[in-house]
């Protein structure tokens, strides 16, 4: 709809996706670890603007990969549901960890918005963060947030807005892999194009598919492959 964006919270578990969702939304959503069992997205929304930003709490994971359901749930709303701008909420105390889930998520989607959270206690124990540096590099833009304190929250809704106007655009930096699995990517990429179109990442699928993950790939042929079909 119009004037209306998604907006998916993204990170590692406890890094504060649930109080930066509350403290936006002012919803009242309290998560826990369900493993094995159905998970559940708590989505809530904000104005801003003169626009509608709906917020999804996606499940706290390390990757995104086949591991588990919750990674499975976040990483096919994040590919296959494409929110306008996905938030991927770091701790600022373990930033070398955190990166991990980044720079996957910089691989699978273009409107990325690094929040890093958790800026009090970092301060506290002397952690100084260069965002400016780290936008450079990342190529999306870099947020020191404290989402307890409601820290941050002006420039991290602005830059959300500026993103979903086109006033930024995000430039995502690509991992560069060792020259045996490029050659690879050089490969099967273009027949990956083929199938996928510019609604996923080929790049990323062609990484999937050099991991040899088959679920990924089921999740591909239900959502993509059949829809391009009966077309
Ligand atoms: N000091 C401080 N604590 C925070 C901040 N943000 C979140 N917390 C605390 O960090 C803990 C984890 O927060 P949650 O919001 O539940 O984290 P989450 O990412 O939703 O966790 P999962 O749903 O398990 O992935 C809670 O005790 C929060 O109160 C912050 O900016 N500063
Ligand atoms: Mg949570």
Same mark, same amino acid.
């Given at each position: 709809m119009e004037n209306e964006y998604r907006i998916?919270?993204?990170?590692?578990?406890?890094?504060?996706?649930? @109080?930066?969702?509350?403290? +936006? @939304? *002012? +919803?009242?959503?309290?998560?826990?670890?369900?493993? *094995? &069992?159905?998970?559940?997205?708590?989505? *809530?929304? $904000?104005?801003?603007?003169?626009? @509608?930003f709906h917020l999804i709490d996606l499940p706290g994971t390390y990757s995104l990969f086949s591991n588990s359901t919750d990674e499975e749930v976040a990483r096919n709303y994040i590919v296959f549901e494409k929110p306008d701008v996905t938030l991927v909420v770091l701790d600022a105390t373990s930033l070398e960890r955190n990166f991990n889930l980044a720079l996957q998520v910089l691989e699978m989607t273009k409107n990325v918005?690094?929040?890093?959270?958790?800026? %009090?206690?970092?301060?506290?124990?002397?952690?100084?963060?260069?965002?400016? +540096? $780290? @936008?450079n590099r990342l190529g999306v833009p870099v947020i020191k947030i404290s989402a307890r304190n409601k820290k941050g929250f002006p420039m991290l809704l602005d830059t959300i807005d500026r993103i979903v106007t086109g006033a930024i655009e995000c430039n995502p930096v690509q991992l560069k892999y060792p020259e045996e699995i490029e050659e690879k990517i050089r490969q099967i990429e273009p027949k990956v194009l083929e199938v996928?179109?510019?609604?996923?990442?080929?790049?990323?699928?062609?990484?999937?598919? $050099?991991? *040899?993950?088959?679920?990924?790939? %089921?999740?591909?042929? &239900?959502?993509?492959?059949?829809?391009?079909?009966?077309?």
């Open positions: 998916a919270l993204a990170g590692n578990p406890n890094t504060g996706k649930s @109080t930066l969702f509350n403290a +936006l @939304t *002012g +919803l009242r959503q309290h998560t826990g670890n369900w493993a *094995g &069992k159905t998970v559940s997205l708590a989505k *809530g929304s $904000l104005a801003f603007k003169e626009k @509608t918005v690094v929040c890093i959270n958790l800026i %009090d206690v970092a301060e506290q124990q002397g952690i100084h963060i260069n965002e400016r +540096l $780290l @936008t996928v179109g510019n609604q996923i990442s080929s790049r990323w699928v062609s990484l999937r598919l $050099l991991d *040899g993950d088959a679920t990924l790939l %089921d999740e591909i042929s &239900k959502r993509l492959i059949r829809e391009e079909v009966w077309e």
